[in-house]
């Protein structure tokens, strides 16, 4: 097969951080592939990819598109080129509509004169050309992150790109979800397109690839194909070590209980009905799992819990305490603590420094502030200690934090949220975009918190993720509680029968 990208010599240094992001990375891609790029967080692999798609320039290093030898300095000689990008982080604008984002930069007249509605025909047809429904006139706003996710492909596809960059894209999906968008990705390679896909999913890469590139600290470490390896051998070469995956064993008995939804009512963006009587309880050392596909209202129950948004009737305690109406800092100071699932614009302030970032929840209390004034050394030492035990590679105190990989974002967030001791954590999809050995400190921490004593509500799309942490599993659907299981009792095909609206009693079953 033809080589679709030849990248070659590859090196690229970033003064600002000191960072050798790429190091004579030899990286290529046949046409009709599906090519893996997986490594730990911080690797370089979405480096490598911005260079690709003229975001960065590289120090040294030659790129050749379809055998041809390029130069791609702005991300609009990468479109010509054929090249489009889905970035880790969304980049649509929330207030436009799905075909408005679609559409976004191509001209008017490059497709006639306006009529009324053409541009959301022309978006449904494309959608539907590569069986990625979606619905136009739906502002991005009030779309699912999957939805958003599912836009922001067909944006490049609307561009005509014949190579396609996807950094973490079933990263926000569902495991059903990712199944369908391997297909599509399928789809599209037997068309001929080249698709390189950055997944920190060994199973997914198993799964959809034909070949993997393996990076670590910038290198390459293993080009191999798919039928040539496995998921312990990609793990290893990724790390360097090998990756135990726990499940949950121990049951601690839970104690008392720390934090309790009432009879709790929610409503969405757009004022329907998101969360509908939903009523639960987490006891001290317990992990509760809120299982469902993504969609059915984890985000407004968990915006409702944590003070982000408004409750329209029910009640939220912590302890015996009613924070219905508390501001966000009320509930950290009562011993809340939240990993929000969008780390980049709820989760940090990516304008200021690491310190700021690390005492924004704590700034009010000792010893980071003494009579009203910020003490700086002592921020220093909890940032310190943070990078330390968190292992937030490349980070510096005192410095900005834009720089830095999205996985080590991740991980400053749970360091922070996890050092106040918390008694009750809200961590949602808190594993999203981490890699495995990551995965399996985010674990242990979560582990660690609620063995000694916090109380953790876990909510996450991910199966494994809540099989492997929790006690109890509820699963959300449409806004309501399906059904609640415990560890012993649960297994994928109950849960999986649950999150899609069907009934475990089969006598019920039999009279609807
Ligand atoms: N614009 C930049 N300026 C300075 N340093 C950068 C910049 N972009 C990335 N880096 C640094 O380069 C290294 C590689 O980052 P990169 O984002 O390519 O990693 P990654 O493999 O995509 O990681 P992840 O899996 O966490 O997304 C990191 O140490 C990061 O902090
Ligand atoms: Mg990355």
Same mark, same amino acid.
Request: hydrophobic share 40%; glycine share 8%; aromatic share 6%.
């Given at each position: 097969m033809a080589l679709a990208v030849e990248m070659t010599g590859i090196s690229k240094y970033f003064p600002s951080t000191a960072v050798q992001a790429n190091r004579g990375v030899n990286f290529s891609a046949e046409s009709g592939q599906v090519h893996a790029l997986v490594g730990e967080n911080g690797a370089g692999k979405t480096t490598l990819m911005n260079i690709l798609y003229g975001l960065?320039?590289?120090?040294?290093?030659? &790129?050749?598109?379809?055998?041809?030898?390029?130069?791609?300095? @702005?991300?609009?000689?990468?479109?010509?080129?054929?090249?489009? #990008? !889905?970035?880790?982080? $969304?980049?649509?604008?929330?207030? $436009?509509?799905?075909?408005?984002? &679609?559409?976004?930069? &191509?001209?008017?007249?490059?497709?006639?004169?306006?009529?009324?509605?053409?541009? +959301?025909? #022309?978006?449904?047809?494309?959608?539907?050309? $590569?069986?990625?429904?979606?619905?136009?006139?739906?502002?991005?706003?009030?779309? @699912? !992150?999957? #939805?958003?996710?599912?836009?922001?492909?067909?944006?490049?596809?609307?561009? +005509?790109?014949? &190579?396609?960059?996807?950094?973490?894209p079933t990263a926000v999906l569902t495991p059903q979800e990712a199944d369908e968008f391997f297909k599509v990705l399928r789809n599209l390679a037997e068309r001929g397109r080249t698709v390189i896909l950055i997944t920190h999913k060994l199973p997914e890469v198993m799964k959809v690839a034909d070949q993997v590139t393996v990076m670590r600290h910038g290198e390459v470490i293993e080009v191999t194909s798919i039928s040539d390896t496995n998921i312990n051998s990609l793990a290893h070469a990724m790390v360097g070590r090998n990756i135990v995956f726990n499940k949950k064993e121990s049951h601690v008995r839970p104690g008392e209980v720390i934090a309790e939804v009432k009879d709790l009512f929610v409503s969405s963006n757009n004022g329907a009905a998101a969360v509908m009587g939903v009523s639960f309880q987490v006891h001290k050392n317990e992990i509760l799992g809120i299982a469902g596909v993504s969609g059915n209202g984890q985000n407004e129950l968990t915006e409702a819990i944590t003070g982000l948004r408004e409750v329209d009737k029910g009640k939220v305690l912590l302890a015996s305490l009613d924070i219905t109406k508390a501001a966000v800092h009320e509930r950290r100071k009562s011993g809340m603590a939240h990993i929000p699932e969008d780390r980049m614009t709820m989760g940090l302030n990516l304008q200021t420094t690491l310190d700021e970032n690390v005492i924004v929840n704590q700034y009010r209390q000792k010893p980071y502030s003494r009579a009203g004034f910020l003490v700086a050394a002592a921020i220093r030492k909890l940032a310190n200690s943070i990078i330390e035990r968190f292992s937030v590679a490349s980070a510096k105190t005192g410095e900005g934090i834009a720089t830095l990989s999205g996985g080590n974002l991740q991980k400053l967030v749970l360091g922070r949220e996890l050092s106040g001791n918390p008694h009750f954590i809200v961590a949602s999809q808190p594993t999203r975009g981490l890699d495995v050995g990551s995965i399996e400190f985010v674990h242990k921490s979560l582990l660690d918190a609620s063995r000694s004593g916090a109380g953790i509500l876990l909510i996450s799309v991910d199966i494994d993720e809540i099989f492997s942490l929790c006690d109890r599993i509820a699963v959300l659907y449409r806004g309501q509680i399906a059904g609640v299981l415990s560890a012993e009792d649960a297994d994928e095909q109950k849960l999986g029968i649950l999150m899609a609206g069907g009934n475990l009693d089969p006598a019920e079953e039999m009279t609807q």
């Open positions: 960065h320039q590289p120090d040294e290093g030659e &790129i050749k598109i379809n055998g041809k030898h390029v130069l791609v300095p @702005t991300p609009n000689e990468a479109i010509h080129l054929g090249i489009g #990008m !889905v970035h880790q982080h $969304f980049k649509l604008i929330p207030s $436009f509509t799905v075909a408005q984002n &679609i559409l976004l930069g &191509i001209e008017p007249h490059k497709y006639g004169l306006l009529r009324q509605g053409y541009e +959301n025909d #022309m978006v449904r047809a494309l959608a539907d050309s $590569f069986g990625l429904p979606v619905e136009p006139s739906e502002k991005v706003s009030n779309l @699912t !992150v999957g #939805m958003q996710q599912r836009v922001e492909i067909l944006k490049t596809l609307q561009r +005509n790109a014949y &190579i396609l960059l996807l950094d973490e």
